[in-house]
């Protein structure tokens, strides 16, 4: 296993971008984890897929076993790949956990913290599991971190938020992905986090036209913390935000399609270019 923060390299028919160097095409199984489902497809080298997406349940009880058994399961089911691009729920460092908030419950979101699990991915090498388990060079990242990979211009400030179970949130300045923050977990009024305020249980209570309202206030009010040059909506529930709320947002705002959580499996690798040298 690798040392922590450097990818784990394993001989391969595979060649990375890495500081500046051109590399040959690869193609990269891109696994898309959420709360409520996990899917997957091969990518190739421009981030097109080679397979129709497949999806399952996310199961619970979630060990970190179980998750990588799932993973590879899933990954059996599609075409060969040279590398693994997982994104995942939660505060991700160097391919460790440092938290997620959905896997250490009982039986799903919103459902009890079970102490055993939450002790199990607390410092779990997710990253390291999953190259193990694959027999593959492997990247680990926060979900939202996977799916704005996909869909940033790579200049300016650019904040992706993803709208699902949860709320999701990466941040880019230059097409570099900064430190993750769990903007998720922050409170947004009456002790309520964003996770909570905005996510799927308060859009099937609030209706598709209230919900849509309240996603653009929360834009609204984080306009002035992040000053971004362009905000992305992304996430499975992206597309249910009405059409005359995202208007009101302003050009600076713009939808993107669920897709972006698995194509940005590829141009996650480029954004580690300048952190690793694939090569060591």
């Not at 880019?172 to 977990?185: I, N, T």
């Not at 993107?256 to 480029?270: H, K, L």
Request: overall charge positive; charged content about 20%; hydrophobic content about 40%.
């Amino acid at each position: 296993m690798a040392a922590a923060g450097r990818p784990d390299i394993r001989p391969a028919s595979w060649l990375l971008r890495a500081r500046g160097r051109l590399t040959a095409v690869v193609t990269t199984l891109a696994i898309d984890c959420g709360g409520g489902g996990i899917k997957a497809s091969v990518l190739d080298g421009a981030g097109t897929m080679r397979a129709r997406p497949i999806r399952v349940p996310t199961p619970y009880p979630l060990p970190p076993a179980l998750f990588v058994k799932t993973l590879l399961e899933l990954g059996g089911r599609l075409p060969a790949a040279d590398r693994v691009t997982v994104g995942m729920p939660g505060m991700i460092r160097h391919g460790v956990v440092v938290a997620t908030p959905h896997y250490v419950t009982r039986s799903g979101p919103r459902s009890r913290v079970d102490p055993g699990l939450l002790a199990e991915w607390s410092g779990y090498d997710a990253r390291g599991a999953v190259a193990d388990a694959f027999g593959l060079p492997a990247l680990v990242l926060n979900d939202a971190e996977v799916h704005g990979a996909g869909v940033v211009a790579g200049t300016g400030c650019e904040l992706v938020l993803t709208l699902g179970t949860g709320l999701g949130s990466a941040l880019f300045d230059g097409g570099a992905l900064a430190p993750h923050l769990e903007l998720s977990h922050a409170p947004v009024r009456w002790g309520t986090t964003y996770d909570t305020y905005v996510g799927e249980q308060e859009r099937r209570r609030l209706g598709d036209a209230f919900w849509s309202r309240r996603i653009r206030q929360v834009v609204e009010g984080l306009r002035p913390v992040f000053r971004w040059d362009r905000l992305y909506l992304g996430g499975g529930n992206s597309r249910l935000i009405r059409s005359e709320q995202v208007a009101r947002m302003g050009d600076d705002v713009v939808v993107v399609p669920n897709t972006a959580g698995i194509v940005g499996g590829v141009r996650a690798w480029e954004l580690i270019a300048d952190r690793y040298d694939p090569t060591l």
